[in-house]
Every structure is written in structure tokens, then in C-alpha cells.
């Protein structure tokens, strides 16, 4: 099964413009979970330019799904995963002047820095996922420090068209099978929408989508719970029919 985690990153946005207090993405997380989501993913940033670390804290308290925390290799940050134990770690690139995390983590540069903060984690008990680029020589580089999951950065392939979209998928569906046969969970998410998610959600032993922008996009006019809800259909439905296809049923 494909599981849906709703990133409400989003939501926190538009609070903070006004530094109030809605709307607050404690509600959005409880309308996600009417809608079907299977997973509730928040990113808590350096520069807390969105979620703060008291949403931490009550999501921690209220979200029934698994809670999926992204976080950039931090040691506070960190040391905030370990005392709250939310139920997956995606460990993310951040950089201060990006709208949004704009590539994979680099396995190359610094894997020391990465590994010493899987360990962190791991140790603590808890699963982590590393956010990707679908680019083999990373791909190998993370598969080689036992993580839970991988999630691949599918935003080259969103912003792409045509053949050139074809040619991201295959590159999604190649690494996708790398991953799986490392017996590791294969996640995808950025910039998935309503268009574009069946492509992703058909590739073979996909685990988790993580999707903000779009459903939080199309909740503005229809309500979250029903964004969600037909979000995920579409999962279902396309990795049904694509599991039947692969099984000849
Ligand atoms: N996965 C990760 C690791 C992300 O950083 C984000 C964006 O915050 C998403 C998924 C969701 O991306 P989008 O908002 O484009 O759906």
C-alpha cells in the first residue's frame, strides 16, 4: 500500500505572516486524518520561518497517523527529535535563502556529519528516511549507512514535461529498484500534485508520498479533509491498477 503523509508545513506559513495564532496546523493535521492522510510530515526549520517548536510539541501530543519530523542535521534540533520521538526522522539539505528545500541531501561532501547524525537518531530508536536526489552515486552512498527509508526528491521530474518528464521518471523508477533491493523503504515527495502523482504513487513497492503544496493549495477552495481525501484516491486507485497490471490480475 501507498501511504499518504500531508506535509501542513503550509498551513504554518500563512500563520506566520501575521504571527498570530491561525490557522493553526494542529487543525490541519485533524482534518488530514478525517481525509484519509496516513502520515503528518512538518518541517522544523533553523530559521522556525514556519512550524515552531511548540507545533512540534502538540502534534507530538495529538497526531494520531505517524508523525513524520524533517529536519536538517542540527544538533538542537536533533536533541528536540530525541526528547519528543516523533515517528520517522527525514533528514533534509537546508539552506537559509531557499523558498523551499530545494535538492537532496549530499551524501559526498560531508557523509560524516550525516552518518554521526544517524547514529544520533538510530540510536535513540528511531527510523530514519534520507530526502534524495535520484542520482545512483548518492543513492549508493546512503544505502550504505542502513537508514529505514529513502525519500527521493521528485521536484526535477514535477517542474519537468514530455519526454523530459518521461526520462525523470525512469530515472525514479531505476534508483526506486536499487533502494527496495537494499531492503529499504522507498518514499517520494516535492512538488507532487494532482496531475502528476499517478506516475509516482505506479512505481513498484512505493511506501509513502509526502505532499503539502498542491493539497494545501486545492484545500483553499474545497476544505482540507476533502483535498486529502481525494489525494488519496488517486494513490489507491493508480497503485492498485498498477499492482494488478504487474500481476496480470
Ligand atoms: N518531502 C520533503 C522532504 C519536503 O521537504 C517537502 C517540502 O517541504 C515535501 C516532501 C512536500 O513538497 P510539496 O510541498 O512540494 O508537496
Given at each position: 500500500?501507498?501511504?499518504?503523509?500531508?506535509?501542513?508545513?503550509?498551513?504554518?506559513?500563512?500563520?506566520?505572516?501575521?504571527?498570530?495564532?491561525?490557522?493553526?496546523?494542529?487543525?490541519?493535521?485533524?482534518?488530514?486524518?478525517?481525509?484519509?492522510?496516513?502520515?503528518?510530515?512538518?518541517?522544523?526549520r533553523e530559521d522556525?520561518?514556519?512550524?515552531?517548536?511548540?507545533?512540534?510539541?502538540?502534534?507530538?501530543?495529538?497526531?494520531?497517523?505517524?508523525?513524520?519530523?524533517?529536519?536538517?542535521?542540527?544538533?538542537?534540533?536533533?536533541?528536540?527529535?530525541?526528547?519528543?520521538?516523533?515517528?520517522?526522522?527525514?533528514?533534509?539539505?537546508?539552506?537559509?535563502?531557499?523558498?523551499?528545500?530545494?535538492?537532496?541531501?549530499?551524501?559526498?561532501?560531508?557523509?560524516?556529519?550525516?552518518?554521526?547524525?544517524?547514529?544520533?537518531?538510530?540510536?535513540?530508536?528511531?527510523?530514519?528516511?534520507?530526502?534524495?536526489?535520484?542520482?545512483?552515486?548518492?543513492?549508493?552512498?546512503?544505502?550504505?549507512?542502513?537508514?529505514?527509508?529513502?525519500?527521493?526528491?521528485?521536484?526535477?521530474?514535477?517542474?519537468?514535461?514530455?519526454?523530459?518528464?518521461?526520462?525523470?521518471?525512469?530515472?525514479?523508477?531505476?534508483?526506486?529498484?536499487?533502494?527496495?533491493?537494499?531492503?529499504?523503504?522507498?518514499?517520494?515527495?516535492?512538488?507532487?500534485?494532482?496531475?502528476?502523482?499517478?506516475?509516482?504513487?505506479?512505481?513498484?513497492?512505493?511506501?509513502?508520498?509526502?505532499?503539502?503544496?498542491?493539497?494545501?493549495?486545492?484545500?483553499?477552495?474545497?476544505?482540507?479533509?476533502?483535498?486529502?481525501?481525494?489525494?488519496?484516491?488517486?494513490i489507491v486507485e493508480?497503485?492498485?491498477?498498477?499492482?494488478?497490471?504487474?500481476?496480470?490480475?
Amino acid at each position: 500500500m501507498v501511504e499518504l503523509g500531508v506535509n501542513i508545513d503550509h498551513v504554518a506559513t500563512i500563520r506566520q505572516a501575521r504571527e498570530t495564532f491561525e490557522p493553526d496546523p494542529a487543525w490541519a493535521a485533524t482534518f488530514a486524518e478525517l481525509g484519509g492522510a496516513d502520515g503528518i510530515t512538518i518541517h522544523l526549520r533553523e530559521d522556525r520561518r514556519h512550524i515552531q517548536d511548540r507545533d512540534v510539541e502538540v502534534l507530538k501530543q495529538t497526531v494520531t497517523a505517524k508523525l513524520n519530523l524533517e529536519m536538517a542535521c542540527v544538533d538542537d534540533i536533533v536533541d528536540m527529535a530525541i526528547r519528543l520521538r516523533p515517528d520517522q526522522i527525514t533528514l533534509v539539505p537546508e539552506k537559509r535563502e531557499e523558498v523551499t528545500t530545494e535538492g537532496g541531501l549530499d551524501m559526498l561532501t560531508n557523509p560524516a556529519h550525516v552518518r554521526s547524525t544517524i547514529q544520533r537518531l538510530q540510536d535513540a530508536g528511531l527510523p530514519v528516511s534520507l530526502f534524495l536526489d535520484p542520482n545512483l552515486e548518492q543513492i549508493e552512498a546512503a544505502l550504505a549507512l542502513q537508514v529505514e527509508a529513502v525519500e527521493l526528491h521528485t521536484g526535477t521530474f514535477a517542474n519537468a514535461a514530455g519526454e523530459e518528464q518521461q526520462a525523470e521518471l525512469q530515472s525514479l523508477v531505476q534508483v526506486g529498484r536499487t533502494i527496495r533491493s537494499a531492503g529499504v523503504q522507498l518514499h517520494a515527495g516535492h512538488g507532487l500534485n494532482y496531475r502528476n502523482v499517478h506516475l509516482v504513487a505506479a512505481i513498484e513497492d512505493m511506501r509513502e508520498l509526502n505532499i503539502g503544496h498542491s493539497i494545501v493549495s486545492r484545500a483553499v477552495f474545497v476544505g482540507l479533509e476533502q483535498a486529502v481525501r481525494e489525494m488519496k484516491r488517486l494513490i489507491v486507485e493508480t497503485a492498485r491498477a498498477a499492482n494488478g497490471n504487474r500481476t496480470g490480475r
